[in-house]
């Protein structure tokens, strides 16, 4: 391949970080330029998830890349591993020519013909809406493609080397491994719940990746709830029940995400019913999410309860502060950031609701870094980030802040915020952050699952039983006393 391809490629992807920082990803490194062929600039993707993901979420970014970097009017073709393009377009090209011979032996008018490659990513069998063979070699066409598919896009960025580990989810991680593993015999059904942004859908997508690449053959279907009731319908007004059964019951592992919205539908939960079964009875692995236990979801019928309860139901709760900023820095590094520490901590501190919050602060610092032109650092992040600091800081009235507190304890005990927010159980630490915990509790208005979540991500139990052990202490140790009195003291100063 000439170097001037991977010269244009490298330009589209300097110029996509710059424009586009949010859609550029660490692997579109591994990306191979093709040349340019009838008004389209060929990309191959080492893998069909790849290219996948390219078409759904960065289509319009490379689009305007190249036609900036290049000054012409083209556009992106992508294809995977096993995409046909070079003989394609010279078939293309055969057939233009012969359409141009045949006009120019006519009396008619010459008529300028282009014909665009076709290649194996559109296979006949699977016609584009519409069912013009042009559109399906058409660059318009790529996104098409895309929404005819049934099952939901995976990311490549949700693999099980992607996903952090914390106390907050190493039983749902470890059992979607299992299943992973070994489809259908590990754990079936798999019921993974929680609350929103927690990384549901990154096990159930890890687990899609993983069974992708060691199982080949195996024929899976990724849908949501809400997908799987359109389809329902679609198929019953439309008269194509036997078509809509051949696709979620003649499969070896069905994927359905948030699983609670089957509440209330009493024909597709009758209809999900026997699909179950007969996944089940087959030994065909089936893996849900929902925002709440099985028996905990809203008129859902009892039978259905009861199935969703034969397998392992597994729970994913808000990560840690050591859990929050690994995942930060992961997230930062698949986007090609470098995250310094102090950063990461700064944001995981005041961030600790879920992990779409935490995704969020990286695009809006990355975009702020981006237009100002500079590096990612403690005070740009405080700059960017402003508002959401402040929503997480502030209490009611003219108490003192968490941070305030932290920062005060850490200064008067000598002792590093990381440790104080760590896992490290020792006397000199545990004694200061259960003050810590104890001055929160008697100082602001937050909750002991808040005072928690600041605190490490520990659990209530830990935070009660802190501002009870503080207490019960203070009554008999005079020095103990002083020091939360000069605590105070300077949290009032402060």
């Known amino acids: 391949m000439p170097d001037h391809n991977y010269q244009v490629l490298d330009d589209v992807l300097a110029h996509i970080r710059t424009e586009h920082p949010t859609v550029a990803r660490r692997w579109f490194d591994d990306l191979e330029p093709l040349g340019i062929v009838s008004g389209t600039f060929g990309v191959r993707a080492h893998s069909d998830l790849h290219r996948d993901y390219i078409r759904l979420n960065g289509l319009d970014a490379f689009n305007d890349a190249v036609r900036s970097v290049t000054g012409q009017l083209i556009a992106v073709r992508l294809l995977g591993p096993n995409d046909e393009w070079t003989s394609a377009t010279k078939n293309a090209q055969s057939t233009k020519d012969q359409l141009e011979q045949q006009s120019s032996d006519s009396s008619e008018p010459k008529v300028q013909v282009e014909v665009r490659p076709q290649t194996s990513s559109f296979p006949a069998s699977r016609p584009l809406p519409g069912n013009k063979p042009s559109s399906r070699a058409h660059v318009s066409s790529e996104r098409a493609w895309l929404d005819h598919e049934e099952s939901l896009p995976i990311n490549p960025d949700y693999g099980f080397d992607q996903f952090v580990i914390g106390p907050n989810n190493q039983m749902a991680h470890a059992a979607a491994v299992a299943v992973a593993d070994n489809p259908g015999h590990a754990y079936n059904p798999l019921f993974i719940h929680g609350g929103v942004g927690l990384g549901k859908t990154h096990l159930l997508q890890a687990i899609c990746l993983k069974i992708k690449q060691r199982h080949p053959g195996m024929v899976m279907h990724y849908v949501s709830c809400d997908g799987f009731m359109t389809q329902f319908m679609n198929a019953v007004q439309s008269g194509r029940m036997v078509e809509f059964r051949h696709t979620f019951r003649d499969i070896d592992l069905l994927v359905v995400d948030d699983i609670h919205f089957l509440a209330k539908r009493d024909r597709t939960q009758e209809e999900f019913f026997h699909t179950f079964n007969a996944l089940y009875q087959g030994n065909k692995q089936i893996i849900m999410s929902s925002d709440a236990p099985p028996e905990e979801i809203p008129d859902l019928e009892d039978r259905m309860v009861s199935r969703f309860l034969w397998g392992l139901v597994v729970k994913v709760d808000k990560p840690s502060f050591e859990t929050r900023v690994e995942i930060l820095k992961r997230k930062a590094h698949n986007r090609g950031l470098t995250l310094p520490e102090n950063v990461a901590s700064e944001i995981a501190h005041h961030i600790d609701t879920n992990i779409r919050e935490l995704e969020g602060a990286i695009t809006k610092l990355q975009i702020v870094a981006s237009i100002e032109k500079k590096p990612i650092d403690l005070d740009l992040t405080r700059t960017a980030l402003g508002e959401e600091f402040a929503s997480s800081l502030v209490v009611e009235g003219n108490g003192p802040t ?31 952050r259960q003050i810590g915990m104890y001055l929160t509790r008697q100082n602001t208005k937050h909750s002991l699952e808040e005072i928690g979540a600041h605190f490490g991500g520990r659990d209530h139990t830990t935070v009660m039983h802190a501002v009870r052990s503080i207490s019960k202490k203070c009554k008999d140790d005079a020095e103990l006393l002083g020091q939360i009195r000069t605590l105070e003291a300077r949290l009032r100063m402060s």
């Open 402 to 432: 968490i941070e305030q507190i932290i920062s005060e304890i850490s200064a008067f005990y000598h002792i590093k915020r990381s440790d104080l927010l760590g896992k490290r159980r020792h006397k000199s630490v545990a004694h200061p």
